[in-house]
């Protein structure tokens, strides 16, 4: 039945604010991934499935490569690392506006060798040719890599012939997925990520970086089409509960306002969504607290 089918992962990998989510939703052609302007949004390794004709790809979305400076770092780069293990290519995307910088080259020389790769440079809409020309030179430097495109994400520029020599990097084999899916993520781990999505957007400074969420209630209204969802904004500090409240409650409103409408795009149902602020202290340095949170190294090193 699945004669001359191809099937296989491929790796989105790069610095922060790269542009690996965007690209990946492109792709994908469905929200599996939040995004925003700050660097480290995403800090799980997510999972979206391009189902074409004759070929299944799994995208591998992982957090952008930094130097970790607390356990919530480290978790995210051992998700980068279980996130390029056995697959059989990987697109590096670089931000075309920041030029390629040392940790881009050295991620590069070490990997090419070992997987296919194929360079997204991103954000072509946002430089000069010369600038773009500029850090083609420099990527015609390197050996090993199997092609370089310069992309739009945002924009959905020129992705067709980055799709190509994905396509090329798979192997042969039956659909790993249903065919009918284009994530693995869970609704309820989706509702997180839209309120994380909009605390990212609306609050300010060091804030937002320290923000995680956790659901306590994900239900069907009795038989009405109406999900009710209670979570938790969990934050780091004492100060940091104040800012998220805002005056009179207001940025806590903001971000329940913002996050609903994007909530009953998820379930296809009216939402009633009910916001808490708590203080974790300091959570991203306990293994314990993130845990509590989803973030589970022990689950990383297992596969
Ligand atoms: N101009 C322009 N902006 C882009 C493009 N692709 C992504 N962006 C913007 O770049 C920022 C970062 O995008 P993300 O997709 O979150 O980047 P990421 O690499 O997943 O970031 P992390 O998860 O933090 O590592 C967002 O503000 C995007 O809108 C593009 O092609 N052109
Ligand atoms: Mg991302």
Redo the contacts with the bound molecule.
Sequence with gaps: MYENFKSGFICIA??????????TNALVGEKV?I????????RNKLLGIINGDGYQMVLI?T??IHKARNHLGEYMMQAVESGLKDVDGVVY?I?A?RGMSAEDYEFLEKNAKKVPIAVAL?????VTRETLFVTLQKLNGVEGIKAVVP?????CENLEPLMTRLKEMLPEGAPMYPRDEYTQSSMRFMATEIIREKALYLLDKEVPYGIGVSINKFEERGNQPICDIDADIVCEKQSHKAIVIGKGGEMLKKIATQARKDLEQLVGEKVFLTLYVRVKDEWRDSEYLMKELGYDLRALKKD
Excluded: E, F, H, Y
Excluded at 14 to 23: I, V
Excluded at 35 to 42: D, F, H, M
Excluded at 151 to 155: D, F, L, R, V
């Design positions: 790069g610095l922060a604010n790269a542009g690996k989510s965007t690209l991934s995004v925003s302007w700050r660097p480290q949004t995403t979305d957090p952008g995307v931000d506006s991103n954000k072509q809409d946002a992309i739009s994400a945002k924009k």
